[in-house]
């Protein structure tokens, strides 16, 4: 399974990727401690942009690092899951209400993005998803209530993973997107934050359907 690394720029980052969708997909499984050497050969790569990867893992809470011991998997929880997109719907629609408007070129990139995101798939799908919502919210000048949104992003990247690999999901982010930049380009600002909070919600229920179905196959 080497990673593609012409591809991507940033070694890390693509390794990062790879562990993620290993933990989706049960390759590795909660409470496995993570084997370096292996890992490293596996993905063909050194161990610095390895452990670079493994401390950004363990930063979204994907996995824990035990002194003297290493890196182990995080299970991926269905509370925890829930108790962010139970304020994500509450935190994205007031940093767009703060930032206004957005200008016709960023309308533009946000339209850009939107069609990129057609093409992509897994976690390509999930970088520029997660590209178009920072963008819609680059005015907003409250630069707290950002980082907030930005930490919760970077939390909940190995549950969307999930979500991202089915291309009907994919679609219904495109389409609610549409509607956001629809109500911005008429003016109608409150429109754009009802449409924005749909969103948020929208994704909720598909994780959660999975999530569910994964804890009852581990129960048998």
């Known amino acids: ?92 629609p007031e940093a767009l209400r703060l930032a206004g408007v957005p200008s016709a070129k960023r309308i533009a990139r946000l339209e850009k993005l939107n069609t990129q995101l057609r093409a992509a798939k897994g976690a390509a799908a999930i970088e520029i998803d997660d590209a178009w919502h920072m963008e819609l919210l680059a005015d907003c000048p409250n630069k707290v209530l950002i980082d907030l949104i930005q930490n919760f ?22 389409d609610d997107h549409e509607k956001i930049m629809a109500a911005l380009k008429s003016g109608d600002l409150d429109a754009a934050c009802l449409a924005l909070k749909r969103n948020m919600q929208s994704g909720r229920e598909p994780i959660v359907a999975w999530l569910t179905q994964r804890a009852r196959k581990e129960g048998t």
Do not use: C, W
Not at 153 to 174: C, D, G, H, K, W
């Open 153 to 174: 992003i970077v939390r909940t990247r190995r549950y969307e993973l999930a979500l991202m690999r089915e291309q009907e999901n994919v679609v219904a982010a495109m």
């Open 1 to 92: 399974m080497q990673l593609e690394l012409s591809k991507r720029a940033n070694i890390s980052e693509a390794a990062a990727d790879a562990v993620r969708a290993m933990i989706v997909d049960g390759r590795l499984a909660p409470g496995d401690r993570i084997n370096e050497v292996h890992l490293a050969a596996k993905l063909g790569v050194s161990r610095t942009p390895l452990r670079e990867a493994l401390s950004g893992l363990v930063s979204e809470g994907a996995l824990t690092v035990r002194p003297r011991l290493g890196y182990f998997v995080r299970p991926l929880s269905l509370e925890e899951f829930e108790q962010i997109y139970d304020i994500r719907p509450l935190l994205d």
